[in-house]
């Protein structure tokens, strides 16, 4: 008989004390500050599409592959068996499906297809739910999106994407958009000396007759490299312009686009963020020469939606299982949650959340108007909210993490891999900086953003007097010049003062008053679990944990 065999008498002991796993939820449906902002800002019908995807996200397969996707990198493939350059990122098969879900509930495209408004709430919606079973897949996904307005500059070139695009379903293998069942866009500007600064790019393009240029240069990063084609920038003789690039060139044969290396990133494992040169490609010019930029502003106004949206659901997965974990689990004859210090630090959290899925659907809303001032507004308040929800999520979901204690900081829960996460939003699409200054250029250059930003704050008038002395406030300083180095501290007092106003006008009385006199009345701690003494923090913390705990 073996030395350590296994002995029938040793039985496994008791497991107790546990919360239950955190799967099976509709992650829609137990987030009362997502149904509530959704249905108001995009219309009652963003329910249904909506809830049919929290219920998918939030089950036990769904999140399986998300973790999965995250456990198994992409690997570079820059060779077949025979030595012929394929320049491929091969995945995981828990990805492909995970696309496949994605743009199965049309996260790609039912911003463009819907009937009515609320297009934007939809999307940012569904980016938000798909984000808490898994963020990597959600980049390919966001660019595809955002590409549809950046392609519609030159619909006679990209007639044959749209169609496929919109309406379209997930088609990984390489091959002529043709013959696919849909196709996914990418997007490459950064170059290794100049991110932010997209006019120190040196990619040149060569004219070849008509709109086809031949590229030549290299991106520093070009996430999605498997995507089906890129929109990128490079210099023509008349100066910076816009591309789109496709993997297989007009000939049929692959595109001269090399993948060099995928970075090995902090965070966002699943997404294959690559290094590329183009060597000779084949591209098309997407509007004129020299306006390049107007292009493809176009695709990073949308995508820097997503990056609220994305956050949003940064936000959430980590709270939702820092509830779940501590309505399921006792300490000193009580459950946490009933703990006065957890409570206050659950309620804490909520209004924080509160705050940015309010925020994140009534700038959606804003991408669905058609008038000019919703135009302007949704030019100001993307940034300002793309800079201040990714500015907060970092600490956000460091704190959701110690509320499970020591199982928060181990692999087998999502807290890791959210915690990696947290910080991207902030860095692509405009690093934090980038977009504080560009919210100073914008209200000094386009007086209809700041009239509506003004106008937007005014609609709370009356509602909470801390609410409108810090308006006025604003208001002094906007009638004054904002220097460069003011301009973070700028953009955080307008993003939490449009954040309280929409509390103040639609959120249930406790959340708009313990926001109110923690963020903007500055009765509040420096860590979350600090909210001054009035604060309801039973009535905040119930609507986390009733959903989710019952
Ligand atoms: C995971 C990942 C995936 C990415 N995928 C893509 C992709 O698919 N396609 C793509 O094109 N790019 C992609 N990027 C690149 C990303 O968009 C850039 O890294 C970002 O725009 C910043 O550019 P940079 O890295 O060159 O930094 P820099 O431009 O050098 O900026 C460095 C810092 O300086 C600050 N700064 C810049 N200008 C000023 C100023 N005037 N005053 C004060 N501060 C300033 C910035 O805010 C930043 O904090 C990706 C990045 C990451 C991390």
């Not at 495209?109 to 808490?132: S, Y």
């Not at 100066?239 to 049929?252: E, K, N, Q, T």
């Not at 991207?424 to 560009?438: M, Y």
């Not at 007097?465 to 010049?481: I, N, S």
Request: charged letters at 25%; proline letters at 6%.
């Amino acid at each position: 008989m073996p030395r350590h065999a296994p002995s029938t008498q040793l039985e496994t002991h008791e497991v107790f004390n546990q919360p239950p796993a955190f799967i099976g939820h509709n992650l829609f449906d137990t987030d009362r500050a997502m149904c509530e902002a959704a249905v108001r800002e995009g219309g009652d019908w963003v329910g249904e599409p909506l809830s049919k995807l929290g219920a998918v996200a939030g089950s036990e397969a769904v999140l399986e592959l998300g973790d999965l996707a995250n456990r198994h990198p992409p690997e570079l493939v820059p060779f077949d068996r025979y030595g012929q350059r394929i320049d491929e990122a091969r995945f995981h098969p828990s990805y492909h499906q995970l696309m496949g879900v994605a743009m199965d509930h049309h996260i790609h495209d039912i911003a463009w297809t819907a009937d009515r408004p609320g297009g934007h709430v939809a999307h940012a919606g569904l980016l938000a739910l798909m984000t808490q079973a898994e963020a990597g897949v959600l980049c390919p996904i966001s660019m595809t999106y955002a590409a549809v307005p950046a392609l519609r500059h030159q619909p006679d070139i990209t007639g044959p994407w749209l169609e496929k695009l919109i309406g379209g379903t997930y088609d990984g293998p390489l091959g002529p958009i043709a013959g696919k069942r849909g196709v996914t866009v990418g997007m490459a500007m950064t170059e290794k000396q100049g991110g932010s600064d997209v006019r120190a790019n040196t990619t040149r393009a060569h004219p070849l007759g008509g709109r086809l240029y031949r590229l030549v240069g290299h991106k520093w990063f070009c996430s999605a490299p498997m995507s089906d084609g890129f929109l990128t920038l490079a210099y023509a003789e008349g100066g910076l312009s816009c591309f789109l690039v496709p993997r297989i060139a007009p000939d049929g044969s692959r595109n001269g686009i090399q993948v060099m290396r995928l970075k090995d990133k902090l965070g966002n494992k699943s997404n294959a963020s690559s290094e590329i040169e183009y060597h000779d490609a084949v591209a098309w010019l997407l509007g004129e020469e020299g306006r390049g930029v107007s292009v493809i502003i176009d695709m990073v106004h949308h995508t820097r939606l997503d990056t609220m949206a994305g956050t949003l659901g940064i936000m959430r997965r980590p709270l939702a299982e820092a509830v779940n974990h501590v309505a399921g689990r006792r300490v000193f004859q009580k459950t946490l949650a009933d703990q006065p210090a957890m409570r206050a630090v659950i309620a804490d959290l909520g209004l924080e959340y509160e705050a940015a899925a309010a925020l994140t659907m009534r700038v959606a809303r804003a991408f669905d108007g058609e008038a000019e001032s919703d135009r302007a507004f949704a030019r100001l308040a993307v940034a300002l909210g793309k800079y201040w929800l990714t500015k907060r999520c970092p600490n956000f979901v460091y704190e959701c993490m110690e509320c499970h204690g020591g199982v928060g900081y181990v692999e087998e829960t999502p807290l890791p891999r959210y915690f990696r996460e947290s910080p991207l939003n902030a860095i692509w699409e405009g690093s934090g900086n980038v977009i504080a200054l560009d919210v100073l250029r914008t209200l000094r250059k386009e007086p209809a953003a700041m009239d509506s930003f003004v106008a937007e704050i005014a609609l709370a008038r009356g509602g909470d007097r801390r609410l409108d002395a810090a308006a006025g406030r604003l208001a002094d300083r906007f009638a004054g010049p904002a220097g460069e180095s003011d301009a973070r501290r700028l953009v955080e007092d307008m993003a939490v003062l449009l954040q309280g106003s929409l509390l103040v006008r639609h959120g249930p009385e406790a959340v708009a008053d313990g926001f109110v006199a923690s963020r903007i009345g500055g009765d509040w701690g420096r860590c979350f679990g600090t909210l001054p003494a009035g604060a309801d923090i039973d009535a905040i913390a119930r609507r986390q944990i009733e959903p989710l705990a019952g």
